[in-house]
């Protein structure tokens, strides 16, 4: 395992779309524990590959401390439900902090690094944080979720 650096916007990488896996590897349980590691040591709740200039898809999240941090791999959501307002912030964008709509309830298919197919519900937090990270894969970052004013101010 190992610290990774973090891509910071505006790093090209973080807009770009990356690829499905196909097959879980040792490679790919070594990148998914070295993330975990780093969005522990960063203080992050989420971290998406792309972010560590990793062209997977791979989602780790850790929202509580006691569980396990949780591993997706190849996410879909199958559903969306309500809307709710929250100020999201990102590793790739330190110090900004941007209000994002997004749905409140998902439910999501992804597979563990057993390969196997999990689907679950998400709501609140959880449910907020896996859009995030889902948007990442899609090389969709805050600096997308932006006022006009606040795309300005950042580019100074
Ligand atoms: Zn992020």
Partial sequence: MAILE???????NLKK????INIINNNIINITNSMIE?????????LAAPQVNINKQII???INEKIKPLILINPIIILKKGITTNTEGCLSFPDVFVKVKRNKIIKVIFFDLNGKKNLFLA???????????IDHL????????????KKKLIQK
């Fill in 6 to 12: 973090i891509l910071k916007y505006p790093h090209t």
């Fill in 17 to 20: 779309k990356v690829e499905k």
């Fill in 38 to 46: 780093t969005m522990i040591h960063n203080n992050g709740i989420g």
């Fill in 60 to 62: 780790v999240i850790s």
């Fill in 123 to 133: 709501d609140n937090l959880l449910s907020i944080c896996i859009q995030h990270e």
């Fill in 138 to 149: 899609n090389g969709i970052t805050l600096y997308d979720k932006m006022s006009t004013l």
